[in-house]
């Protein structure tokens, strides 16, 4: 990883809320050091409304944000990846493409607001709470000395931020 820019993909199965809220923060929070992209195993074809809003309002740019296909970025032309992260249980059981370079790894599991049932502020506070944990570990990530870790470390380092909750 010589690259002065990381590439950070974050992948889930429907693509519609968690992993595109992970794009979001992490573009706008990791300017300059990191650029990242979404993906999903089974794309909903569409980002979730709620995740749109929350972002909004949050102050997070949403502009080119959409619902796509994990198969574009195993494509020859695509970005090479530093990371893959998948932050939903169902795409960590998957089997993912070979991913180009052999990009760290690791499973930063959320429960997906978008399947939520229930009332308008049950719905709200499930998406409140998956953009709290994303949030709090993009931060992680994004203080993350990378450069000064040797692969086990900052595979572990990876691995622990996947647990952190709101």
């Keep these: 990883m010589s690259t002065s820019i990381y590439n950070v993909l974050f992948i889930c199965t429907g693509n519609s809320a968690r992993s595109i809220m992970a794009e979001a923060i992490l573009n706008q929070q990791g300017a300059g050091r990191f650029r990242a992209y979404s993906a999903g195993s089974h794309p909903a074809g569409q980002v979730n409304p709620q995740a749109i809003e929350l972002l909004e309002r949050n102050r997070f740019k949403t502009a080119g944000l959409r619902s796509k296909n ?40 959320v429960e997906d607001p978008a399947a939520v049932k229930g009332s308008d502020e049950a719905i709200q506070r499930a998406f409140a709470d998956c953009f ?24 572990k380092e990876l691995d622990s931020m996947g647990k952190i909750t709101a």
Excluded: Y
Aim: charged content about 25%; proline content about 9%.
């Design 70 to 109: 994990w198969e574009e970025f195993a494509l020859p032309d695509a970005p090479r990846m530093d990371f893959v992260l998948t932050v939903c249980d169902k795409a960590a059981g998957e089997v993912c493409p070979i991913w180009p370079g052999q990009p760290m790894s690791a499973h930063w599991g």
């Design 132 to 155: 709290m944990v994303m949030n709090r570990r993009i931060a992680l990530l994004t203080v993350l000395p990378i450069e000064k870790l040797d692969k086990l470390a900052l595979k």
